[in-house]
C-alpha cells in the first residue's frame, strides 16, 4: 500500500506542480546560466546510492568547497535560492525519485556518504527503509539553516546539535512504521508550512504516542535548547569531522 500511495502522490505531484517546477527552473537558468539543477549523491535503502534531484539553491559547483551541511548565512546561497528554500521548493523535483522508487514520501532523509560513514551500529538502521522527501525530524528540524547559521564549522555543528536527535527520532519512525503513520506525517508537513507552531505541537504528541523518552518529545517540541549530544549508540559527542 505504500509504494502505490508513492506512485500515485508522486505522479500527481509532478503533474499539478509543474508550472511552479518550469518557473523555478527558468529562474535558476537565468540568473547564471548553469543547470537549475542539483543532482548530489545520495545514500539510499540498503545503503545503495544513488542521485537525489533538487533544485539548485546555491552557485554553481557550491558543493566544491566540501561543506555538507548549510547554514542560513551562507554565502553560497543565491538570491533565488533562498527564496525556493523558504518554501522548500528545492525539494519537489524529489517527487521524481519518489516515481523511480529511489525514494519514498516518507522516510528519514537521505544523507552524504561522508556522513552515513559515521553512523553508530544503531544509526545504520535508518538505511533498513527508504529514504523520503519528509519525516518526524524535517518538521522539527525545518529550521536546520538558522540553526546552524553563525557557526565556523556547520558540519560539526550539526553532528553535535542536530543528528543526535535527527537519528533518534529517525529510528522512531523505523520502529513505528505504518501506512497511517506515513498519512499523518504528510498531512504535519502541509500543516508546517501554513504554521511550523502548530505542525510543531502536534509533532510533540506524536512522538510521545509513538513512545519516544520525555528529552524527545521535548525536543520534538523545541521546548530545550540544543546542546552538544552524543547520537544514539555513542556515548560520545562528536569533537571533530
Known amino acids: 500500500m505504500k509504494r502505490l500511495f508513492d506512485i500515485a502522490a508522486s505522479f500527481a505531484g509532478l503533474v499539478v506542480l509543474s508550472p511552479f517546477f518550469l518557473l523555478g527552473t527558468l529562474l535558476i537558468w537565468f540568473q547564471d546560466f548553469h543547470s537549475p539543477f542539483y543532482l548530489p549523491w545520495r545514500v539510499g535503502r540498503a545503503a545503495k546510492k544513488f542521485r537525489m534531484m533538487k533544485l539548485r539553491s546555491m552557485v554553481h559547483q557550491a558543493d566544491s568547497t566540501g561543506v555538507s551541511s548549510t547554514a542560513g548565512d551562507d554565502p553560497r546561497i543565491t538570491w533565488i535560492g533562498r527564496i525556493i528554500r523558504k518554501f522548500k521548493l528545492d525539494e519537489f523535483p524529489q517527487l521524481w525519485n519518489v516515481l523511480k522508487g529511489e525514494m519514498s514520501l516518507v522516510g528519514p532523509r537521505p544523507n552524504v556518504e561522508d556522513e552515513t560513514r559515521l553512523y553508530t551500529d544503531e544509526e545504520k ?32 555543528a550539526y553532528n553535535q546539535l542536530i543528528r543526535p536527535w535527527k537519528s533518534r527520532l529517525g529510528l522512531l519512525y523505523v520502529q513505528r512504521a505504518s501506512f497511517w503513520l506515513d498519512l499523518r506525517l504528510v498531512f504535519l508537513t502541509i500543516l508546517a508550512i501554513l504554521s511550523r507552531r502548530m505542525a510543531v505541537v502536534r509533532v510533540g504528541r506524536l512522538v510521545q504516542k509513538l513512545g519516544g523518552d520525555d528529552t524527545l518529545c521535548s525536543v520534538s517540541r523545541r521546548e530545550m535548547e540544543l546542546t552538544p549530544s552524543p547520537p544514539p549508540g555513542s556515548t560520545a559527542v562528536v569533537t571533530s569531522r
Open 125 to 156: 538502521h535508518l538505511l533498513d527503509v527508504r529514504p523520503g522527501i519528509t519525516d518526524i525530524a524535517s518538521i522539527v528540524f525545518a529550521d536546520e539553516s538558522d540553526i546552524l547559521k553563525g557557526h565556523a564549522d556547520p558540519d560539526l
